[in-house]
């Protein structure tokens, strides 16, 4: 049976669900280390939905029938690999918020690009549930700001060019896997501008 996948989109779904993994485990630690019963209920619910989402991918893998690849960031290049820039539950949060804001759309990308209909699938289920991931955190952030808190809008638009920088690298590397890495990464460049210039949330605060 052909797949309509290639060897570049087989490592893209295994990285979703060792990123996905990771970060519930992120997610689920934090969750232990305080004591805000909301936001513990708040964590330990998005550690669910991350766990789950792994598992929605890895079951992909399965069923398709294609090569598990251990993912590891070895050399420390990825966006989480940073995360100890992260050093309070704020800072925590609005780490994973500018994380989260890039995924809907990535994965928009992803589904323009794929010739698999099982991925699309998944792809199509997925993008709506990332809104919920972001809405409870933009909401407590939101809260924070209103409390006084002058540092967040800071801190979201550090965290956003850390994110850019370590997304763009991650797209060099798409592009050196070959042919089809080259036109994922096309597709990406020639819609990433809108999505990059839309107006965040963060800078329509006072």
């Not at 550090?158 to 991650?170: A, G, H, I, P, S």
Request: glycine share 4%.
């Amino acid at each position: 049976m052909e797949l309509d996948i290639n060897k570049t989109e087989v490592f893209i779904l295994n990285r979703y669900s060792a990123s996905e993994l990771a970060g519930s485990v992120w997610l689920g630690k934090m969750a232990r280390k305080i004591l805000d019963p909301i936001l513990i209920k708040n964590l330990t619910w998005h550690c669910m939905e991350e766990a789950r989402h792994a598992f929605i991918w890895q079951s992909l893998i399965n069923r398709l029938g294609i090569p598990l690849i251990q993912i590891h960031d070895e050399e420390g290049e990825s966006y989480f690999s940073q995360i100890d820039k992260a050093s309070n539950i704020i800072e925590f949060l609005a780490f994973t918020h500018v994380f989260e804001h890039r995924v809907p759309f990535h994965f928009s990308m992803h589904l323009k690009w794929t010739k698999n209909e099982a991925v699309k699938e998944v792809l199509e289920k997925l993008i709506p549930e990332e809104i919920p991931h972001l809405a409870w955190i933009e909401n407590y952030l939101k809260k924070e700001i209103d409390k006084g808190n002058k540092n967040i809008k800071e801190l979201l638009n550090r965290f956003v060019e850390l994110e850019k920088e370590t997304y763009y690298k991650d797209l060099e590397k798409l592009e050196k896997m070959g042919d089809s890495g080259k036109e994922f990464v096309q597709i990406i460049k020639n819609n990433i501008e809108k999505f990059e210039n839309t107006k965040k949330w963060w800078e329509n605060e006072k």
